[in-house]
């Protein structure tokens, strides 16, 4: 496949995200841009994608659409995986791999969906070559997305490989830990303007104290992984990729005079959290205090965001005693936290009713399987 050919692309995202993933895109000023659910089409070229990978701080994927056909029976669907020509995306001693999902859909066993996918591209190559690829889901060269919906199926290869939340910084892993692309939706989402003081009471491994310095400093996000995806895709340009890694390079803005404040009561976290920043370039970026987020004494004068996720149930086991948790740290931005701004997640209504603060916007995101409320405003 060439470069510079036109294609159809589909961002994927975290449910709730997508009005932060429809203005990054734009921001890229790339063409056709649509909002959708789960995400946003555009349309160009390779280059293009793997622009958006680079960049691109909330998205999951980058997904290339392939084709689209009515598939109300298994012969419909190898037949419309069978007419696309694989050879623009695998080798014919390559591996690959299938992902199905099926929703309202007459074929609604995603194993044998899979199944009959695989057998066509096996299928066209033989017929070819005589040879035939592999498949191998642990280190495929191409990974397709197979999404059938109400018998419309649409095959997409992923550009992107690993989700992009794996930027390649993270050292420390911690106790169910924010993903990147999550934490920087709050950042976001917190309306932080990339000068003002931010603090993460409940910080553990920096994920949101980071995203936002690579914010602030315009990293490219992917400028950290090892490879993408696209990396194995015949006629791949590997100088052209060098040189999109250069530009990127150049746009970076100088380090910042900014005061980023982390805070966690277990020094072991605390540990982690300097190995992370380490990972990122960051060392001596973010300064962390040893305490309980109950016991800190927010600054008079900051004028700060407190973009946070603290501990809540469904990730640390129970939720018993949060609730008096959420209620002194409530009280403590009620006394002491005017002219601070809150973003806040919780997956919890009760827990985010126990902070006791009026006048909070309130959005709904997935983080993983988990619905969870999303807290933002000024500190009444």
Not at 304 to 314: L, R, S
Request: net charge positive.
């Amino acid at each position: 496949m060439t470069a510079a050919a036109r294609e159809t692309f589909f961002v994927t995202c975290a449910p709730g995200v997508e009005p932060l993933l429809h203005e990054e895109i734009r921001a890229l000023k790339l063409a056709r841009v649509e909002r959708q659910v789960g995400g946003v089409r555009f349309e160009g070229t390779l280059l293009d994608a793997q622009r958006a990978n680079l960049w691109l701080r909330t998205a999951v994927r980058v997904l290339m659409r392939v084709a689209r056909f009515e598939a109300a029976d298994g012969d419909q669907l190898h037949a419309g995986a069978l007419a696309v020509d694989w050879s623009r995306f695998l080798a014919v001693d390559g591996r690959f791999v299938i992902d199905a999902h099926t929703k309202d859909s007459t074929l609604d066993h995603s194993l044998f969906i899979e199944q009959r996918v695989k057998d066509a591209i096996v299928d066209g190559f033989r017929a070819r070559t005589g040879e035939r690829p592999s498949v191998d889901k642990e280190h495929p060269d191409l990974s397709v997305h197979v999404h059938l919906v109400k018998n419309r199926c649409t095959l997409l290869v992923d550009t992107s490989g690993e989700p992009l939340h794996k930027r390649g910084w993270r050292r420390y892993q911690g106790r169910a830990p924010l993903s990147e692309t999550l934490a920087a939706a709050l950042v976001r989402f917190s309306g932080w303007d990339m000068r003002s003081p931010l603090v993460d009471p409940f910080c553990g491994g920096a994920t949101i104290l980071i995203e936002a310095a690579l914010l602030a400093r315009n990293v490219a996000p992917g400028s950290f992984r090892a490879h993408f995806a696209f990396e194995k895709l015949p006629g791949h340009d590997p100088d052209a990729w060098q040189r999109l890694l250069a530009e990127a390079r150049r746009a970076l803005a100088p380090r910042p005079k900014l005061a980023l404040l982390g805070r966690d009561w277990d020094p072991a976290t605390l540990d982690g959290a300097r190995q992370n920043l380490a990972g990122a370039g960051l060392e001596g970026a973010v300064q962390l205090e040893l305490g309980a987020a109950t016991d800190w004494e927010p600054r008079k004068g900051w004028n700060a965001w407190i973009v946070t996720n603290p501990p809540y149930g469904e990730r640390v086991g129970t939720e018993r005693g949060l609730e008096d948790s959420y209620r002194r740290f409530g009280q403590l931005l009620s006394a002491r936290g005017h002219g601070y701004r809150l973003a806040l997640l919780t997956s919890s209504q009760r827990l985010g009713q126990s902070l006791g603060l009026s006048g909070l916007e309130r959005r709904v995101l997935l983080n993983g399987p988990l619905e969870c409320e999303l807290l933002t405003g000024a500190i009444p």
